[in-house]
């Protein structure tokens, strides 16, 4: 009796880890989700985030069938979409160039970009130039979107590294305040203002500040999710605040992706729509 017990706890051991496992490599290489989300801006905008190494497999053609299908205004990339170690950005060049022929695209470097050498840099801008993407970096501009050719401002926020990591490690990380967003985008602008800013933590300042919506994305959807809640960040910290979805911040709406790219469980790599 007490053998027949230990091998059907073994076997339903062994069949629970191997259809963990297909979940994980389907969710993971096979899926692209499109999340729908009312939020009140008055056009339709597509957000994508955090690709990573994902532009060098079929996700790219996955990404780009979507995003014609969402018939975006606007397109709003917040950083991470090339990963640190990155060296070729052929593939990079003709994603932009392709998400530029759907509707106009801005974006924002994340810590990843950050983290390349300033000559990658230099040459990642020409790359986002030439591709026709409007590359922010600490700037605002005005701008008309949609049929009616509403007027909104676009800025862009690329926060010090030293809230990502510091001193090679991720304890006692800096904080951002409305002192150092003003310092970073100077003072608000007038008319209904969308910041980019690749990290959800900067939020409140930037709330603080005046953005009325904050897009961001870098947590990964907290790499894991049970029940609706993301367990972990990139600074490896449990259980951290945004994760993925919309949420109220002074009084301002903050809209976190989960992202493309990095591997995840029940957390399907998505773009988000906006509706």
Same mark, same amino acid.
């Given at each position: 009796?007490?053998?027949?017990?230990?091998?059907? =706890?073994?076997?339903?051991?062994?069949?629970?880890?191997?259809?963990?496992?297909?979940?994980?490599? =389907?969710?993971?290489?096979?899926?692209?989700?499109?999340?729908?989300?009312?939020?009140?801006?008055?056009?339709?905008?597509?957000?994508?985030?955090?690709?990573?190494?994902?532009?060098?497999?079929?996700?790219?053609?996955?990404?780009?069938?979507?995003?014609?299908?969402?018939?975006?205004?606007?397109?709003?990339?917040?950083?991470?979409?090339?990963?640190?170690?990155?060296?070729?950005?052929?593939?990079?060049?003709?994603?932009?160039?392709?998400?530029?022929?759907?509707?106009?695209?801005?974006?924002?470097?994340?810590?990843?970009?950050?983290?390349?050498?300033?000559?990658?840099?230099?040459?990642?801008?020409?790359?986002?130039?030439?591709?026709?993407?409007?590359?922010?970096?600490?700037?605002?501009?005005?701008?008309?979107?949609?049929?009616?050719?509403?007027?909104?401002?676009?800025?862009?926020?690329?926060?010090?590294?030293?809230?990502?990591?510091?001193?090679?490690?991720?304890?006692?990380?800096?904080?951002?305040?409305?002192?150092?967003?003003?310092?970073?985008?100077?003072?608000?602008?007038?008319?209904?203002?969308?910041?980019?800013?690749?990290?959800?933590?900067?939020?409140?300042?930037?709330?603080?500040?005046?953005?009325?919506?904050?897009?961001?994305?870098?947590?990964?959807?907290?790499?894991?999710?049970?029940?609706?809640?993301?367990?972990?960040?990139?600074?490896?910290?449990?259980?951290?605040?945004?994760?993925?979805?919309?949420?109220?911040?002074?009084?301002?709406?903050?809209?976190?992706?989960?992202?493309?790219?990095?591997?995840?469980?029940?957390?399907?790599?998505?773009?988000?729509?906006?509706?």
């Amino acid at each position: 009796m007490k053998k027949s017990i230990k091998k059907f =706890i073994k076997n339903s051991i062994k069949i629970f880890t191997i259809s963990l496992t297909v979940w994980a490599v =389907i969710e993971n290489f096979y899926t692209l989700r499109i999340r729908r989300e009312k939020a009140g801006m008055g056009f339709k905008a597509v957000h994508i985030g955090d690709v990573h190494s994902r532009l060098k497999s079929l996700r790219v053609k996955k990404i780009l069938s979507a995003v014609k299908k969402c018939k975006p205004d606007i397109i709003f990339l917040t950083g991470d979409i090339v990963s640190r170690t990155e060296g070729d950005f052929t593939g990079l060049s003709e994603f932009l160039g392709s998400l530029s022929s759907v509707a106009p695209v801005y974006a924002v470097f994340g810590n990843h970009e950050q983290d390349l050498p300033e000559d990658k840099i230099k040459e990642l801008v020409k790359i986002y130039k030439k591709s026709g993407v409007r590359l922010l970096r600490n700037e605002s501009i005005s701008v008309k979107v949609g049929n009616g050719g509403a007027e909104i401002t676009v800025a862009g926020a690329e926060a010090r590294r030293e809230i990502y990591k510091k001193d090679g490690s991720y304890r006692n990380l800096d904080t951002l305040t409305l002192a150092d967003a003003e310092e970073l985008l100077g003072k608000r602008c007038g008319g209904r203002v969308f910041l980019l800013s690749h990290n959800p933590m900067t939020a409140t300042a930037f709330a603080r500040w005046g953005a009325d919506f904050i897009l961001s994305g870098h947590v990964h959807g907290g790499v894991v999710r049970i029940f609706g809640v993301g367990l972990l960040s990139p600074e490896r910290k449990f259980f951290p605040k945004y994760t993925k979805g919309l949420y109220k911040v002074c009084g301002k709406k903050l809209l976190v992706t989960s992202g493309v790219g990095k591997l995840r469980l029940f957390n399907p790599p998505e773009i988000v729509l906006y509706t």
